[in-house]
């Protein structure tokens, strides 16, 4: 009995998303794991006393560029299955897609430590395995964003659209803070490998979790109350009935340009300071971050402000389409163009004020942690906007978009490479990185401010007689908000 109670005490959309935060938690954590644990693996970059258990022996002597290999392997596999990935979530259900995608990544974690030995210790060895390990875990994930879009445009109603979004998408966020600050942690007191076994088993669990209580859509979830389903239905504008993709409506298609250029620029940005935002602090205050827990702390900082920030931010936009201040189409231009005119105004800070003489410790830490935070605005701008323009194909479009996106993942490390090759301690080689990511943030917002739309476009409308009665009722699908 208590278990068929459940519909009346639990909202199947909130288990839903703090399932799907949780998730995205790990998603986020195993990727970019690495970025921090690297520092304790390697030995050009190990200041700190070994303790009884480790040796200079066991330690990786890799370069600059072999430790960027490392990290961005993992893009090289990301682009493959976005858009299939999307596509096969939008036919089949975002759950099983998701869910055997983070199972495989969860065991591909277990086999780091074994992968990176078998490549060798030396400064001539070259970590293959490890490298090609990654590829294989960036290849898993790339399904795993096209997915949860997929399901968000089946569960999240307008009126609740971008907060949701933003709880499940800002795991990303959480999972960066864990990864950093929680594998310092870590390190420091059990090893880097047993913080990759760690990792890898806990994620496991959180999958089992997800097949069992997670469901596609609210009309086939067992134990959704009637109210809640009506009340869901009533706020989406999407139907169950498969399509084919209109692929040169999508392709000619404005806004959605509008919000391809936005995810592009935003991951440049975004996976450029998660890469080298440790590396920055180590180089350039080598005195102040001389252990794993100082870096991680201080770099997972930053993360911990934006995920609190995106979660205002969300509630806001909703609450402003909910009372009619905004427009839909509004709302996703103010929240974006804040996102961008933040982080340029912080890059450019950045790129002027500390000098070599005088590299302002407290001055980096406060704008980057202001700049993580005030670019979340993201979450309830233009990330949201996919479920807007075509509910029906999200899935599909956000995994063309990502796809090409993910490129700046590599991409950002290798030209970050190739600026800090010569001295990566001269604060005048990062200037440099931080200008060209200023301009590329700043071109974004302009483009998504004058091209982006948040209405559906008319070659996504459903075919659904229910659906445009429920439209013409109640456009915005509000009917409902007053009595749930």
């Known amino acids: 009995m208590g278990l068929f109670n459940w519909k009346s005490r639990i909202q199947c959309r909130y288990l839903l998303s703090i399932l799907g935060f949780i998730g995205f938690i790990f998603n986020y954590l195993l990727r970019v794991n690495i970025n921090l644990i690297i520092t304790s693996m390697t030995v050009t970059s190990h200041k700190t006393e070994l303790n009884s258990t480790e040796t200079q022996a066991n330690l990786f002597n890799w370069n600059t560029a072999v430790k960027n290999d490392v990290i961005s392997s993992f893009y090289f596999g990301y682009i493959i299955l976005q858009l299939p990935g999307g ?199 080598e005195d102040y971050f001389v252990d794993s827990t100082t870096i991680g702390i201080w770099t997972a900082i930053p993360y911990a402000c934006a995920w609190i920030a995106s979660v205002v931010f969300s509630k806001l936009c909703d609450c402003l389409i909910r009372t009619r201040k905004l427009s839909v189409t509004n709302a996703r231009k103010l929240f ?54 075509a509910p029906q194909f999200a899935g599909t479009i956000f995994g063309i978009s990502n796809s090409v996106s993910c490129v700046n993942a590599f991409v950002g490390p290798k030209i970050a490479g190739a600026l800090l090759t010569a001295d990566p301690k001269d604060i005048n080689n990062w200037m440099y990185l931080w200008i060209i990511t200023a301009s590329i943030m700043g071109f974004a917002g302009i483009f998504y401010a004058i091209f982006a739309d948040g209405n559906l476009q008319p070659w996504s409308k459903q075919k659904s007689v229910e659906s445009e009665k429920r439209k013409e009722k109640d456009p915005v699908g509000l009917e409902l908000s007053t009595k749930y």
């Open 87 to 285: 596509r096969m979530a939008e036919l089949f259900g975002g759950k099983k897609v998701l869910g055997l995608a983070m199972g495989l990544t969860s065991m591909l974690t277990l086999l780091i430590p074994t992968a990176a030995k078998l490549g060798g210790y030396g400064e001539e060895d070259y970590p293959y395995y490890l490298v090609t390990l990654r590829a294989l875990m960036g290849l898993s994930e790339s399904v795993t964003f096209p997915a949860i879009t997929s399901m968000l445009a089946q569960w999240a109603p307008l009126q609740e659209k971008a907060f949701l979004t933003t709880l499940i998408m800002s795991g990303s966020q959480v999972g960066t803070i864990v990864a950093f600050f929680g594998s310092g942690v870590s390190v420091d007191a059990l090893g880097w490998e047993a913080t990759f076994y760690i990792q890898g088993c806990l994620c496991f669990i959180w999958v089992l979790i997800w097949m069992i209580f997670v469901y596609d859509t609210p009309s086939t979830h067992p134990f959704i109350s009637d109210t809640e389903k009506k009340y869901i239905q009533s706020g989406i504008q999407i139907n169950n009935n498969k399509q084919a993709v209109p692929w040169r409506d999508i392709v000619t298609s404005v806004p959605v340009w509008a919000c391809f250029v936005a995810n592009f620029c935003t991951n440049f940005g975004f996976h450029l300071l998660m890469t080298e935002l440790p590396q920055y602090l180590q180089y350039i205050f």
């Open 336 to 389: 974006s163009s804040l996102a961008f005119g933040g982080n340029v105004i912080c890059l450019i800070i950045l790129a002027t004020v500390p000098t070599n003489e005088n590299p302002q410790l407290i001055l980096t830490l406060v704008t980057f942690t202001v700049c993580n935070s005030i670019g979340s605005a993201f979450f309830p701008g233009w990330l949201t906007n996919f479920q807007d323009i």
